[in-house]
């Protein structure tokens, strides 16, 4: 089965806000009243309302300050973090890449979005009881997906920066633009490796980190704590075989103490006065 | 019946009164909550899905919650019956603690009525499936091991009979699960290695969340005997408590030379020393753990229930609270131009309302449940008097397992209040006492039908022994001068057992006259100083 993923093309990003528009007709989001931050980006950030976001950085490159941008979503990573951390199996990567989103399994815990590196799920603060919160994010349009077609922002993109294929030949693509044009590309496929590999994968012209994106190693952030939880259950036999034998050890123990001396001791009250 | 004639009786103090209103203002942001959104009575938000109500809540008190599974352990795997007396209120915290959390996590969790689908729905990778299942489990536990409470107090023998013979397995059920959960709550943080400050993020987190556990549970186990002693005038077990606290300095000197082990291997002193987090990493370090295990390697300390207290408290606040804090919230890396997450009040309201009705619960049970040892005077004698606790007095000491036993049989726990008239001089003597805690005054009539002070009896003393001297007729009065915890054997049944068991008599009778003699003794020394 191919496995799909996003070349996201910052150097190609006009910022139009196009895939933003595109995510929330898709996915019948509601617009989100905002106010004047002083940045372009709007609304200011991701939310359940929004899944899909184009955040406006100006940087400094020597002297000239200019416009980038980040097409902010989830990264649908090989080794998902919030898949690993919750504890109800609300989350699932798929085999063809999403990373989707079981709405009735979920407890509200919110420990996936404690632990997405990249800061992705959001969860439904307002709303109570009867409606029933949920955490919300991009989906990879999975529902489209597979019905064969790509997703929504990649389709709407009109300067090409979203392209949707297989991973595999995506990262074929990336270091192909990087090698043709090595001035315009910093030299990184970011989403190549980043946390065990994402299905997102972005090329940029300035250094990942001044867009937004954390500076991440290989190893998926969740290593660790899978590793305890394998440990786990043979620890406990383990644990609870030595503090039964313990426990018979001591029972043991207590049965052959050596007997108290008779009559009271020395330091009995009683004694001392009656000797005196 | 009793218990509606006591309940009939009793008045609700203003204190309980105060605790019921914060309960109440619990309840209706609690409501405000259900109906709006979390986001309606809380500054949580998409930056920070965690905020008071786990670190406090969830973090706090199932750490300070691990009283219980160190005193049940303590007792019953490692056979230290001494520490019995402080059994029942360690479970009881324990019970009510988990019982909070529970109730905060209801509140918490985005979809609070499908928290069983913990039950249901696996995923063996995920530390917080482990918690939540050991939380269940643990709080199941917990139940199995308090109830015996009500039981007595119901007089449901079969229960209780049951209970008993399935209490080992519950402890160790109860420490394996408290292990695993109380550590897991460490390893949940590391899936997050992006988020936990260096110098808390670790591959022993949770080891440093099991030993810290096990350290603040002592601690707690003071803080709230020391309350209680206050709130319900009951003796203070202070040399239980210090003999309980020897174990803080074992335990957090090998959190705090594992902490240094650990940071020195990852070099990362370097952010011990830049300000901001490491100002409150030294605060935790020192307040939390360095004065603590001085403070409790002290005998002068050990053996006086204020300093106890005191040095209790900097573990459960600086090296529990604050570390959870630390590790959960507080050492995060703020996001980009959003401000720190502070908990609003209705935050707080939630907290302290779960709190107080911790606290409401905890009185309801000291007051109509047989929890302190001294009260287990409704229950049958032989479910509460242990050949052990017979042990502690010197007076009853002896060799043969069989005589304990016997004398076991026929004894039970009672307890006085303090100015407590126990019996009167003339009456018939129905049976002999032992004193385990506290102190008696004895009083005889002179010439002139005078009550004059003629003996005080102190703990391990017997009294009340003109039940074992024909006529069998008492030959003082007794009033206690201190809340007084005592063992009451019944005189005929004692007698009885004698008659089977000459030898038994002989002893006895020895130590009685023994008694008998050192009081005289003592009552012509006072006569002559008048
Ligand atoms: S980016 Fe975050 S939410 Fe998306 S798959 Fe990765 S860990 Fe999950
Ligand atoms: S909030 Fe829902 S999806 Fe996220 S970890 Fe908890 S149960 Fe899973």
Redesign the interface.
């Known amino acids: 089965m191919a496995k799909y993923g996003m070349l996201i093309d910052e150097t190609r990003c006009t910022g139009c806000r196009g895939c933003q528009v595109a995510c929330k007709q898709w996915n019948d989001l509601p617009g989100e009243e905002t106010h004047n931050t002083g940045s372009y980006t709007n609304p200011p950030h991701l939310s359940a309302q929004t899944w899909n976001l184009i955040e406006y950085k100006e940087i400094d490159r020597g002297g000239q300050v200019g416009f980038f941008f980040l097409k902010r979503a989830c990264m649908h990573c090989e080794h998902p973090a919030c898949v690993s951390v919750c504890p109800v199996g609300a989350l699932r990567k798929t085999p063809e890449g999403p990373v989707v989103y079981d709405d009735h399994k979920c407890i509200g815990c919110r420990y996936c979005m404690a632990a997405c590196p990249f800061g992705i799920p959001k969860f439904d603060w307002q709303k109570g009881l009867l409606e029933g919160a949920l955490i919300r994010k991009c989906t990879f349009c999975a529902d489209r997906l597979s019905n064969g077609l790509i997703p929504a922002c990649a389709k709407t993109c009109p300067s090409k920066a979203i392209t949707f294929g297989e991973r595999d030949q995506l990262i074929v693509e990336a270091e192909n633009r990087i090698r043709k044009n090595p001035d315009k590309y910093v030299n990184h496929v970011y989403g190549k490796e980043e946390a065990g590999g994402t299905s997102i994968l972005y090329l940029s012209a300035v250094p990942f980190e001044q867009l937004g994106l954390p500076k991440l190693g290989p190893a998926p952030v969740t290593t660790l704590s899978e590793q305890v939880m394998e440990y786990t259950l043979p620890f406990a036999g383990v644990w609870l075989a030595t503090l039964a034998g313990l426990a018979a050890v001591f029972k043991f123990r207590e049965r052959g103490a050596k007997q108290p001396e008779i009559g009271p001791a020395a330091d009995d009250p009683h004694n001392k006065e009656a000797s005196k | 019946m009793i218990k509606t004639a006591t309940l009939a009786r009793y008045r609700v103090p203003p204190g309980v009164l105060m605790l019921g209103a914060l309960v109440v203002i619990g309840v209706l942001v609690a409501l405000v909550?259900?109906?709006?959104?979390?986001?309606?009575i809380s500054n949580?938000?998409?930056?920070y899905?965690?905020g008071l109500w786990i670190s406090f809540d969830l973090l706090c008190g199932v750490a300070t919650a691990a009283g219980a599974f160190i005193t049940a352990?303590a007792v019953?795997?490692?056979?230290m019956e001494r520490f019995r007396p402080i059994l029942r209120p360690a479970i009881l915290t324990g019970f009510l603690g988990y019982l909070m959390v529970i109730v905060a996590l209801l509140v918490d969790?985005?979809?609070?009525?499908?928290?069983w689908?913990?039950i249901i729905?696996?995923?063996?990778?995920?530390?917080?499936?482990?918690?939540?299942w050991c939380v269940m489990l643990y709080t199941t536990v917990l139940a199995l091991e308090f109830s015996p409470m009500l039981f007595e107090r119901l007089g449901w023998k079969m229960p209780l009979e049951f209970l008993h013979r399935i209490t080992?397995v519950l402890?160790?059920l109860g420490?394996?699960l408290s292990?695993?959960h109380q550590s897991?709550l460490g390893?949940?943080f590391?899936?997050?290695?992006?988020?936990v400050n260096p110098l808390w993020f670790s591959?022993f987190l949770?080891l440093y969340f099991f030993l810290t556990a096990a350290a603040v549970g002592p601690a707690m186990v003071i803080v709230e005997s020391y309350i209680s002693s206050r709130v319900f005038w009951r003796g203070l077990e202070v040399d239980l408590l210090g003999e309980l606290s020897k174990a803080i300095p074992i335990l957090l000197g090998i959190y705090l030379l594992l902490k240094v082990f650990d940071i020195t291997l990852a070099g990362e002193w370097g952010f011990a020393f830049q300000g901001g987090m490491s100002i409150l990493f030294w605060v935790e370090i020192l307040l939390g753990v360095v004065a603590p295990i001085v403070l409790f390697s002290m005998p002068s300390v050990r053996s006086d229930g204020k300093r106890m207290l005191v040095a209790a408290l900097l573990v459960v606040f600086f090296g529990v609270v604050l570390n959870r804090f630390n590790v959960s919230l507080i050492g995060w890396p703020r996001?980009?131009?959003l401000s720190m997450y502070l908990p609003n009040w209705m935050e707080f309201a939630i907290t302290i309302g779960i709190w107080s009705a911790g606290i409401v619960a905890y009185g309801l049970v000291a007051k109509f449940l047989p929890l302190f040892a001294a009260d287990h005077v409704v229950t049958p004698a032989k479910a509460v008097v242990t050949p052990e606790i017979l042990?502690r007095s010197?007076?009853l000491?002896?060799?043969e397992a069989a005589w304990l036993q016997g004398l076991a049989a026929i004894a039970e726990q009672v307890n006085f209040d303090d100015n407590q008239l126990i019996f009167r001089q003339g009456e018939p003597a129905r049976s002999l006492y032992v004193l385990l805690e506290g102190s008696v005054k004895l009083y005889s009539k002179d010439k002139e039908g005078k009550e004059v002070h003629t003996g005080t009896i102190?703990a391990?003393?017997p009294f009340g022994i003109s039940a074992l001297i024909e006529p069998y007729i008492l030959t003082a009065s007794a009033r206690t001068a201190a809340p007084c915890r005592a063992l009451k054997i019944d005189g005929k049944a004692l007698r009885d057992l004698t008659k089977e068991n000459p030898a038994l008599g002989q002893?006895l009778a020895?130590?009685t006259a023994?008694?008998a003699?050192?009081r005289m003794?003592?009552a012509r020394a006072w006569r002559e100083s008048m």
């Open positions: 909550r259900y109906l709006f959104g979390i986001g309606a949580l938000n998409d930056a899905p965690w352990s019953y795997i490692f056979r969790l985005g979809r609070p009525e499908r928290i689908h913990l729905y696996w995923n063996p990778h995920s530390v917080l499936f482990e918690v939540g080992i402890v160790l420490t394996l292990t695993l897991s390893s949940m590391m899936a997050m290695p992006t988020k591959q949770p996001p980009a131009n042990q010197r007076f000491v002896f060799p102190n391990g003393e002893a020895q130590r023994q008694a003699l050192t003794h003592w």
